[in-house]
């Protein structure tokens, strides 16, 4: 069927089943051009019953939206955990990345094994997002409905296998990418291999089943209508396949959690549990940092001043680098790097001559970066150069964050065209099974903005970093 713009071109589409929405789009299979896209909500909330993606699913897709598609490929939330019974029916609500109840499994795991041991044999150290911990939590909690389940999937998976049986109930063959399972704590990026006897020690020796794991450019099944679907991976993946990432840049993505991550040929093994030596999307490795305090730090910011996000953006924009000596702590969720599962977001060096709105704008703003400028260092350190930071996410498009960013940071940072990048990657994808070759179709990815650092205020951000870093010593020693 042609397409909307090119009639000789197939079409592939790209999901990207979100925390809080799932976002189809349809592109050009040979430009990566998007043609459609469609959107739908999903419940608020850390665990979710994973049938309202299903719904949201369809809403998004509807309408003629997949008209003339020949291959999809899903994009999904990392870690959450999707629990289901010998019918494949789901055992209980999928308990997502930002439910923060398994913090203490987290440790008792770290204490059994060792944060070396946990960093040298999957690349990741547990915290309270990772699936691993989660597990255990229902062994210790739950376990009921830990001995109810035959199989646990991701949140990516999920979706996938949904789609290929169109919805209907029953056994699947579920399959998963390499991405997505090296988020999970019980699959080795370096090995390329499940680690059984971790998942086992995760459920204290249940039997679980656990996903295939499918090639990079694997089609992994048809629908009945005939649509070719792809592995799918992670959204962190999935963004840095629609960003096209080469060496030397790295992501920092502003959404609802915060991450940095960049592309590298390297496994790494970081017992501070900081960096989690992810596999990409690619066949490569994924060194990446996560926060959970990201772009909902600011409309908190926003609502503390009775104002919007433009407001806010006004204010900051207003008071001078540094905030006249204010420091904002954004752990407003909790925190995951550093591993904060308990704490609250605190404000500091507050004084009469300091304390103005537009200070308060200002140290909300700097308080979300400097996080993930601690995030950015951390993934340099693990051997990634760092020569240019693309900013993405829906707080990117801020014009106080990219001025505060690019001096944080220390680098150039480039803001792409506002898209819906972890489905681009997610088509992109698609497009590469599609096709068949060894390696993805090339997409052009267009940069809005470039904003360089102000060298007139190095100093001044450099003091502001320390002090933020002091801070942080300080409150949580």
């Known amino acids: ?29 040979v430009t990566g ?5 469609g959107r739908a909500g999903h419940p608020d909330g850390t665990e979710v019953d994973p049938r309202h993606w299903w719904s949201a699913w369809q809403e998004a897709s509807g309408g003629g939206l997949l008209d003339g598609v020949s291959a999809i490929a899903v994009g999904g939330q990392q870690h959450g955990m999707v629990l289901l019974d010998e019918s494949d029916a789901v055992v209980r609500p999928a308990l997502l990345w930002n439910d923060t109840r398994s913090a203490g499994s987290a440790d008792d795991l770290v204490a059994e094994l060792g944060a070396q041991a946990w960093a040298d044999a999957t690349g990741v150290v547990p915290v309270a997002a990772t699936t691993v911990s989660k597990l255990r939590w ?77 090639g990079p450019s694997e089609v992994v099944g048809h629908t009945a209508s005939g649509l070719a679907v792809a ?6 993946m999935g963004a840095a396949l629609g960003l096209g990432l080469v060496p030397g840049d790295v992501v920092v993505s502003l959404g609802t959690s915060g991450t940095a991550f960049a592309r590298t040929d390297v496994a790494s093994a970081d017992p501070s549990g900081s960096v989690q030596s992810f596999a990409d999307a690619e066949g490569g490795f994924l060194p990446l940092v996560c926060t959970l305090n990201a772009a909902r730090v600011l409309g908190a910011g926003a609502a503390m001043l009775n104002t919007d996000h433009a407001g806010l953006d006004r204010l900051a924009l207003a008071a001078a680098p540094g905030a006249g000596g204010l420091t904002l702590l954004p752990y407003l969720d909790g925190e995951r790097t550093p591993n ?29 970066l400097l996080g993930l400028a601690a995030a950015v260092d951390a993934v340099r350190a693990a051997g990634c150069p760092v020569h240019r930071v693309l900013l993405i996410g829906g707080a990117a498009a801020s014009v106080a964050v990219q001025e505060v960013a690019a001096n944080v940071f220390g680098v150039p940072v480039a803001v792409p065209g506002a898209g819906e990048y972890v489905a681009v990657g997610a088509a992109r994808q698609a497009a590469w099974a599609l096709a068949g070759g060894e ?28 002090r933020y870093a002091a801070t942080v010593a300080a409150t949580y020693p």
């Open 138 to 214: 229902m062994a210790d909690h739950e376990p009921e409905n830990l001995a109810r389940a035959s199989t646990c999937v991701l949140p990516h998976d999920w979706l996938t296998g949904c789609i290929l049986g169109e919805g209907s109930s029953g056994p699947r063959a579920w399959t998963t990418d390499a991405g997505d399972a090296s988020g999970t704590g019980y699959w080795s990026a370096g090995t390329r291999s499940y680690r059984e006897d971790l998942l086992a020690l995760a459920t204290r020796g249940a039997d679980l089943a656990v996903p295939r794991v499918a």
């Open 439 to 466: 390696a993805p179709p090339v997409w052009d990815v267009a940069v809005d903005v470039t904003v360089e650092p102000d060298e007139a205020v190095r100093d001044r951000a450099a003091e502001v970093r320390g």
């Open 231 to 236: 592995a799918g991976t992670g959204d962190n």
């Open 33 to 37: 051009e998007v043609v459609r896209t």
């Open 340 to 368: 904060l599962p308990t704490a609250t977001g605190s404000l500091h060096g507050l004084t009469r001559s300091n304390a103005t709105p537009e200070n308060l704008a200002r140290a909300v703003v700097e308080g979300m």
């Open 1 to 29: 069927m042609p397409t909307d713009n090119q009639p000789d071109r197939p079409l592939v589409a790209g999901v990207d089943s979100s925390t809080q929405s799932c976002k189809v789009v349809v592109c050009d299979a």
